[in-house]
C-alpha cells in the first residue's frame, strides 16, 4: 500500500481514501480518537491493484458525526496472493 491520503484534509463533511495497491488486498480503513479508542471501522473488502477511493461519510460507528478535533486512521491491506498485510497510520483533521 502507497501513497496513502485522505481527501480533503481538513475534513469538513464527506472525504475519500485513497491510496495505490501493489497487489490485489482485502482492505480495512480504523478511526481512531487521539486517545486509541477506534470510532469506525470500514470493511473495504477486495480491492484490486493500483489507485483505490474508499468514501467515508464522517461519522463513527453509531452514525454521529465527529467532533473537531485531528484523529488517526489506519489501513491495512491483506495480500490476496500470499495473505501478507502492511498497514500505514496517518492523521486526519475534522474541521466543520
Known amino acids: ?14 472525504a475519500h481514501f485513497t491510496f495505490n495497491l501493489t497487489n ?3 482492505v480495512v480503513v480504523n478511526i481512531y480518537t487521539v486517545r486509541g479508542r477506534r470510532i469506525r471501522s470500514i470493511n ?7 489507485y483505490n477511493q474508499i468514501f467515508w461519510d464522517g461519522r463513527d460507528q453509531d452514525g454521529d458525526r465527529l467532533a ?11 495480500s490476496k496472493d500470499d495473505q501478507s498485510s502492511k498497514e500505514v497510520i496517518e492523521k486526519l483533521v475534522i474541521y466543520r
Not at 500500500?1 to 464527506?14: C, D, F, K, Q, T
Not at 473495504?44 to 493500483?50: D, L, M, N, P, Y
Not at 473537531?68 to 491483506?78: E, L, P, S, V
Open 1 to 14: 500500500i502507497e501513497n496513502v491520503l485522505i481527501y480533503p484534509n481538513p475534513v469538513s463533511e464527506n
Open 24 to 26: 490485489d488486498a482485502d
Open 44 to 50: 473495504a473488502g477486495f480491492q484490486r491493484r493500483g
Open 68 to 78: 473537531n478535533n485531528t484523529y488517526f486512521y489506519k489501513i491495512r491491506a491483506i
